[in-house]
């Protein structure tokens, strides 16, 4: 069990940048594949985006793929992400997930391990 705490959420305005940042403990965090996943208001909670442990590979949802950019610290046990050219469909709390194999990466029933969730906030 890893135990995962995010952090960097806010408000900004359309086109403003922000970083996210999740730490975990508990864990060997260099086993995990890390997760971002967001609930926007009123909505289902969707995939953001994932790396795998090594960071050999990375992936996207359709929604942000160019504009967030997921990375991960191994020895500062931290995965990023940062998200540029934001939009208000960006507006959403942000989790961050983990999980040691899952199978598809985007699918939140495939981890077990969840943070507490920041908001951000993005004005048009």
């Known amino acids: 069990q890893v135990q995962l705490v995010e952090s960097g959420g806010g408000l900004v305005q359309a086109g403003d940048s922000l970083r996210l940042s999740c730490a975990a403990s508990?864990?060997?965090?260099?086993?995990?594949?890390m997760g971002w996943f967001r609930q926007p208001p009123g909505k289902e909670r969707e995939f953001v985006a994932a790396?795998?442990?090594?960071?050999?590979?990375?992936y996207y949802a359709d929604s942000v793929k160019g504009r967030f950019t997921i990375s991960r610290d191994n020895a500062k046990n931290t995965v990023y992400l940062q998200m540029n050219s934001l939009k208000p469909e960006d507006t959403a709390v942000y989790y961050c997930?983990?999980?040691?194999?899952?199978?598809?990466?985007?699918?939140?029933?495939?981890?077990?391990?969840w943070g507490q969730g920041t908001q951000v906030t993005v004005s048009s």
């Open positions: 508990g864990g060997t965090f260099s086993r995990y594949v």
């Open positions: 790396i795998r442990w090594n960071s050999g590979g990375s």
């Open positions: 997930a983990a999980e040691r194999s899952p199978p598809t990466y985007t699918l939140g029933s495939e981890y077990g391990n």
